[in-house]
Every structure is written in C-alpha cells, then in structure tokens.
C-alpha cells in the first residue's frame, strides 16, 4: 500500500522558518523524482519544488527561489524542504508528490499558516 505521510506543518510568523517531511512507504522511493506542491484557497494547486531521483537535479518556482530548499534522504525514504523567510503568501496547504506525469502519488497535505 502506498504511503506519503507530510509533517511539520503550522502557524509561524512572517519571517520564520518551517521543515516540512514527507515519508512513503510502499513504493521504491528512489525510483521516483519528488516534488512539492501547494494550495491556498481559492487558487489552483501549484508546483513548489522538484528533486530527481538521487538529488542531482532540483528546479524551485520563482516565488519561492532563494528561501526554499529541498533536500531527499533515499535511505529513510523520506523528502524534505526547508522553508525560510516565510511570508503571508506562502499560506497553503502543502503536498508532496511521487512521480511525474503518469504513475504518481500523492500525500494528504499540511497546513501552513504564516500570520501575525
């Protein structure tokens, strides 16, 4: 049974910093590139991140270059990104994904909520 579990997902001030993970299981992890994506209401899902599948390619979208950073531990099968500098925009749920186009997973999501 495939499994994409997020965590660290909450309330933080303009500025702050969050972790998000995102652990599968029943799948091979390494055989598939990970991406993370958001949703703030009213808006269309859109792609935060992308890493291949051992690390070497990562791609950000702009509104996020340079604050973000996502990483991957192939051995605890488990993604991350680093979220800097957060900002009131970056409120969203936030999914991680297996695969690309066709053959993929997704997770149930976390919250973040960046306010004052």
């Known amino acids: 049974q495939v499994q994409l579990v997020e965590s660290g997902g909450g309330l933080v001030q303009p500025g702050g910093s969050l972790r998000l993970s995102c652990e599968a299981s029943?799948?091979?992890?390494?055989?598939?590139?990970m991406s993370w994506h958001r949703q703030a209401p009213g808006k269309e899902r859109e792609l935060v991140a992308t890493?291949?599948?051992?690390?070497?390619?990562?791609n950000y979208a702009d509104s996020v270059k340079g604050r973000f950073t996502i990483s991957r531990d192939n051995a605890k099968n488990t993604v991350y990104l680093q979220m800097n500098s957060l900002k009131p925009e970056d409120t969203a749920v936030y999914y991680c994904?297996?695969?690309?186009?066709?053959?993929?997973?997704w997770g149930q999501g976390t919250q973040v909520t960046v306010s004052s």
């Open positions: 994904k297996a695969g690309g186009a066709s053959n993929f997973y």
């Open positions: 890493i291949s599948n051992y690390g070497k390619t990562i």
């Open positions: 029943g799948f091979t992890f390494s055989s598939y590139p």
